[in-house]
């Protein structure tokens, strides 16, 4: 069948990328559109800077005069050359039931990527950093999702699969009702923890907050590029000082203090952990747009929010052994808890399956694994 693609540019083809998905989940009530501003920055590239050493092009499919699909290829010169061969991208896929119509795309893709000196490529994934809009749902279709992660009906896991597709790795997300009491024994070791000499933990302050931004930066630096599990160092990107201010800036407004913390040990920056109030919350009720008559919305959300997304943690890699994710963890569901006792659940994602060490982690804290993502790999 003969389909043609045709390159989104104009106010009416971006219009059409979002209006599309609410045709294909109308009859899924647990998806929630993302908000659309964050994903047209990612397409912007005067907001995003992977586009200095990228391409990122994304299409709208057509059977005809009916639109059939919509989804992005991407290549990045230096993310794609850390695997052999190198891996293009592919994202931001949404589609309709239709075999022929995966097919049709996915033979798009590859002669997009082989035109770019490309033998395979990868997806779903993000033209950005992998801890938002990255993988295919293929577990827990039960429940909404959380800001920042894709919801996707079932019928994408088996048709997709069916053009070729070579699973990749798996990402974790793992769930934690604020109500589970903390493990006696867990909150008597991280008493110790912060009573040793020289340790202490507070949360962010927002009056100096590029400054404690800076600390987070570096323990983030230090953290991901040494990780334990060593085969997901390559997909690692050092964040900047302006992507990190850029970051607070956005998120100050929504942040709750008591579940943004960072450690130190004789006043150096050795471990944090992030958490934010489900933006999702917000985007269900707006449809994904955000407008200024929204903004009550946003700034009632620290008590009105009843999930947390745990955005990003890290500890500097000396630090590792003295307990402080423990502490941070631990005292993160504590004070956070106190201060919204509102929230019902906080959601980690993007556990590597091959992490054992954080799942381990995680299950000490009372949190299960709810929810996978997955990204494969296709030849081209």
């Not at 209006?19 to 009859?27: D, G, L, R, S």
């Not at 997806?123 to 920042?148: A, D, R, S």
């Not at 323990?219 to 040494?226: H, V």
Request: proline share 5%; glycine share 6%.
């Amino acid at each position: 069948m003969a389909y043609h693609f045709k390159i989104v540019k104009s106010k009416n083809e971006i219009e059409l990328f979002h209006q599309f998905t609410f045709q294909i989940y109308e009859n899924y009530p647990n998806w929630i559109p993302p908000l659309r501003f964050e994903i047209e920055k990612i397409f912007d590239p005067r907001q995003n800077s992977f586009f200095n050493k990228g391409k990122c092009e994304r299409y709208l499919m057509y059977d005809g005069s009916r639109l059939v699909a919509r989804f992005a290829v991407m290549n990045h010169s230096e993310k794609d050359a850390v695997f052999e061969p190198k891996l293009g991208g592919f994202g931001f896929v949404e589609m309709i039931e239709d075999q022929d119509v995966a097919d049709g795309m996915i033979h798009f893709v590859k002669e997009w990527h082989a035109k770019h000196g490309y033998k395979a490529f990868r997806g779903p994934v993000n033209f950005g950093e992998n801890n938002n809009y990255w993988g295919l749902l293929v577990e827990n279709f039960e429940e909404p999702p959380i800001y920042g992660m894709f919801y996707h009906p079932p019928y994408y896991q088996v048709i997709l699969e069916n053009t070729g597709a070579v699973k990749l790795d798996d990402h974790w997300s793992y769930k934690r009702k604020f109500s589970t009491p903390l493990p006696d024994r867990l909150v008597k070791i991280t008493d110790r923890i912060e009573n040793r000499p020289g340790v202490l933990l507070r949360p962010i302050d927002l009056k100096n907050i590029n400054e404690d931004a800076e600390a987070i930066r570096a323990i983030y630096n230090k953290a991901w590029s040494e990780q334990d599990i060593a085969d997901r160092e390559h997909e690692f990107t050092e964040l900047t000082r302006e992507t990190v201010k850029n970051m607070v800036k956005q998120l100050k407004q929504i942040m709750i203090p008591e579940s943004v913390l960072i450690a130190f040990v004789n006043g150096e920056p050795a471990s944090f952990i992030v958490s934010i109030p489900d933006l999702n919350e917000i985007s269900v009720q707006t449809k994904g747009l955000l407008k200024w008559w929204h903004l009550p919305k946003i700034l009632r959300i620290k008590k009105k929010a009843t999930r947390l997304r745990i955005i990003v943690f890290g500890t500097v890699p000396k630090f590792r052994k003295l307990g402080m994710e423990a502490l941070v963890f631990v005292r993160g569901i504590q004070m956070t808890h106190k201060a919204a006792p509102q929230l019902d659940y906080l959601e980690g994602v993007w556990v590597s399956e091959k992490n054992w060490l954080m799942q381990r982690s995680l299950e000490a804290l009372g949190c299960f694994h709810h929810k996978t993502h997955r990204t494969y790999r296709w030849e081209v």
